[in-house]
């Protein structure tokens, strides 16, 4: 299984980038995707998840209304857009896959996500 980030990349603060994640080695339509970063010096942070179908996106506090995760079943691919991006967004974001299923309200939990990519590089500028 490869999940392989891109998009990441220097920006000023207020500006969008798009990422990137494509995935390779397993069935991508089953799979949960989330999107985590971390942060130098930081534990890692859960940002975003969607379901399997694309349904019930959830995302965390810090990103809420700025953030948006999306996903393309055909093409394998989980896309985070980021908007109106913060000098405290600055991080390797990871995106991350699970097929774990009966964890109800835990399903976005970074525990259950099997599968990490390597990350991709966001700095945004003040």
């Known amino acids: 299984v490869q999940l392989v980030e891109s998009g990441g990349g220097l920006v000023q603060a207020g500006g969008s980038l798009r990422l990137s994640c494509v995935a390779s080695?397993?069935?991508?339509?089953?799979?949960?995707m989330g999107w985590f970063r971390q942060a130098p010096g930081m534990e890692r942070e859960f940002v975003a998840a969607m379901w399997s179908n694309g349904g019930n996106p959830v995302y965390g506090d810090s990103v809420k209304g700025r953030f948006a995760v999306s996903r393309d079943n055909v093409k394998s691919t989980v896309y985070l857009q980021m908007n109106t991006l913060k000098p405290e967004d600055t991080a390797v974001y990871f995106c991350?896959?699970?097929?774990?299923?009966?964890?109800?309200?835990?399903?976005?939990?970074?525990?259950?996500?099997?599968?990490w990519g390597q990350g991709t590089q966001v700095t945004v500028s003040s």
């Open positions: 991350a896959a699970h097929a774990t299923t009966g964890i109800g309200s835990s399903w976005y939990r970074e525990e259950f996500f099997r599968f």
């Open positions: 080695g397993l069935t991508f339509s089953i799979y949960t």
